[in-house]
């Protein structure tokens, strides 16, 4: 016997205007993608990152550390060079050392020679209006000569270099010198 009871229906019903719209909606993505992929662009990658060009770098043997309570270390030394284009070319004359001051009078100039340690012939040149000028404001110009700078002690130079790593005109104090790694063995070498 037939049940009077009706059956729950699976389903749903759009008007044919719905089945367009819900066909467009599933199928437009998909011709986008296919358009971009057409021209040589995928739009799930993007456009890809620049590729940075390194150097090949030999293979580094490492050396066993001195064990402890953190256990084996091995370690490599390695030579940490900068791109090309940041290491400077020097193809330049050299220029005439000139060291830069801001807010110093004559008085602090002649106590920083002094704590340098120079003897009084060196402090004269160095206070000497033909090695000195003052361009304007509180600036202080100190043009020593060649042969003084170079006979410099450790001692002074490191006082007078540190007085001038200060002034950001000082760049070869105030920033540091990169070599190129051909040059590493001749600067680094102890021997």
Request: no cysteine; proline share 15%.
């Given at each position: 016997m037939p049940s009077s009871r009706s059956e729950p229906v699976s389903g749903f019903?759009?008007?044919p205007w719905g089945w367009l719209l819900l066909s467009m909606l599933l199928l437009c993505p998909w011709g986008v993608v296919l358009w971009l992929s057409s021209h040589g662009t995928s739009p799930l990658e993007g456009k890809?990152?620049?590729v940075a060009q390194t150097a090949l770098v030999p293979a580094v043997s490492s050396e066993a550390g001195r064990p402890g309570p953190w256990g084996r270390l091995e370690y490599a030394r390695i030579l940490i060079e900068p791109t090309e284009?940041?290491?400077?070319?020097?193809s330049t004359a050299p220029r005439p050392v000139r060291w830069f001051f801001h807010g110093?009078?004559?008085?602090?100039?002649n106590e920083l020679w002094q704590k340098a340690g120079l003897d009084d012939t060196r402090r004269?040149?160095?206070?000497?209006?033909?090695?000195?000028?003052?361009p304007g404001g509180d600036l202080v110009v100190v043009r020593p000569p060649e042969e003084l700078v170079?006979?410099?002690?450790e001692a002074a130079r490191?006082?007078?270099y540190a007085a001038?790593?200060?002034?950001?005109e000082n760049g070869p104090q105030n920033d540091s010198y990169r070599i190129h790694e051909s040059g590493a063995d001749q600067w680094l070498d102890p021997d």
């Open positions: 019903h759009l008007p890809p990152p620049p284009n940041f290491v400077p070319q020097f110093q009078s004559d008085a602090a100039l004269q040149v160095l206070n000497a209006p033909a090695n000195r000028e003052r170079l006979g410099l002690s490191a006082t007078i001038l790593a200060v002034f950001q």
